[in-house]
């Protein structure tokens, strides 16, 4: 075929494809006009998931009527002169393309009307033919209904997904701006059914209750920009013990538009570093708000994506906000004291006791002349006594601390054994005694692709014929597990991700093999080893829970104390 310009018709729907890609792009590109045209209350409607019927409405600023041919038209835009304009954009669209892409692939029609005029003009376009324009009574507002969303191009319509999963990905979209822009009303009604409303008080949570459930919402922390920064970072964010499977759940605001970065996940994920089960993700909604100057909006078609000029800046401002935030907000638990009669009507009151001090565990490690530092985390602690070998009390200058004593150590040894990973200080000690581990078809399946990770946390096996394996080397700070648990608890099932990040295999490993090895529930400790144990834990930086995001502690105040003995009201 020789060289040809491309028919107008094609060359649209060839530009359209870039920017309405499913219904969910439609209503993405009508709700950023309507919020560009100020609308104080924005109403969708669903019919069949939106490829029947998309139709949104709202109260903004309306199109002149005059001007309608023009806002169905390529590259027409209120909201954009020169090319110095575009590298600082403030408003949610610019490249003037969504309704004339939205018109190339549809049956679309907007009525509009602006306060001043005294009614309303109505425009159809379809597959890109524009009809006339006509007169119409509307109220104040545009209303663009898209009907038949690629009914031109069959191949998108195609590649849709099931109408559940398409209607999921539109209510995620408008569930996501309403919690960003709670000063405006969102209504979506589905077949007739109202599926998301907002009220648009401007109060945050409540956006948040209206999108998620209510427990969720009031249990999310809140975080609080800081003044100083030229980059403010604000909003929601989950306390430890709420998580999800994926971090499909952390969505990004930059300048008031939803983006898609994976720095700045890969920014909160490191933010819950300690505090979270591996292999879980937070829940959060954070607005970044810097300078138009210091982004490049002008990535994609789609503009799901954003560019930082310095995008160390912002991710380390993220990491530090969210960080900040839960370190402050999610202290270790404090004790619910059951009231004093049924306190002392329970029937088991444990007693302390300080273990004899010839009962010692081979497999603690206790090192007490070189004593770690604490890292300020907790304060300092000192050991009383072991209850119910599980627990361990301790006192500090604000009260009473019981310990998780498996639960401690779990975290010690991740902690340890991380922070040797990284620093490229691992010490592994080599096997002399090679017996051979017999693995399940599943392990087996699991060591191709985590043998590398095992590698490098210090668990290093080889083939030794069939599905067994010989394990050569063991990390120095595990020695006393015994290789072949070490080999099967690193091949326990794994929950997928898609895309693990970096070190976050490593990290899930490490998590379970220190636990397989932390000393257990029901080990006798001595006072001398109590008082290791907590030297150790008070050096870690994220002390009070374990690398599974249990708490390792329990804090009982003083004041608390003074209650329960009736010394103070
Ligand atoms: P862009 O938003 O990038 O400018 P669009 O194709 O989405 O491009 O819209 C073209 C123009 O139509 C906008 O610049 C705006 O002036 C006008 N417009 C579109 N939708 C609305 C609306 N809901 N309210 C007011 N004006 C609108
Ligand atoms: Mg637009």
Redesign the pocket.
Known sequence: MPIHVLSREVASAIAAGEVIERPSSVVR?LI???L??RARRIEVRLVGAGQTLIEVA?D????ASAELPL?VARY????LESTQDLFAVRTL????????SIGAVSRMEIV?RRAEESSGASLRVEGSEAGRRTRRGAPVG?V?SVRDLFFNTPARRNFLKAETTERRRILELVGRYAIAYPAVGFVVLSDGRTALETTGRGDGREALAAVFDLATARSLIEVVASAESPVSVSGFVSPPDIHRASRRDLTFFVNGRWVLDAALSAAVLRAYHGLLMVGRFPLGFLRVDLDPAEIDVNVHPSKAEVRFRRPDVVVATAQRAVRGTLLAQAPAPEADLPGVWAWASLERVPTLHAAPSWERSPSLPLDADRLPRPSGEVPLLRAVGQVGTTYLVAEGPDGLYLIDQHAAHERILFEKLSDARASATLQTQALLDLEPVQLSRAEAAQLTTLAAAMARIGLEVEPFGGDSVRVRAMPALLADLDPAQAVHTALGDFEEDEAPLEGEVEARLTARVCKRAAIRAGQILSLAEQEGLLRQLEACRSPRTCPHGRPTMIHISVQALERQFGRRG
């Open positions: 590109e950023e006009n309507a560009d045209a709202d903004g600023a309306g199109i806002a027409a835009t209120s909201k669209g610019f490249r003037g393309e969504a309704l004339a509009s545009t663009v």
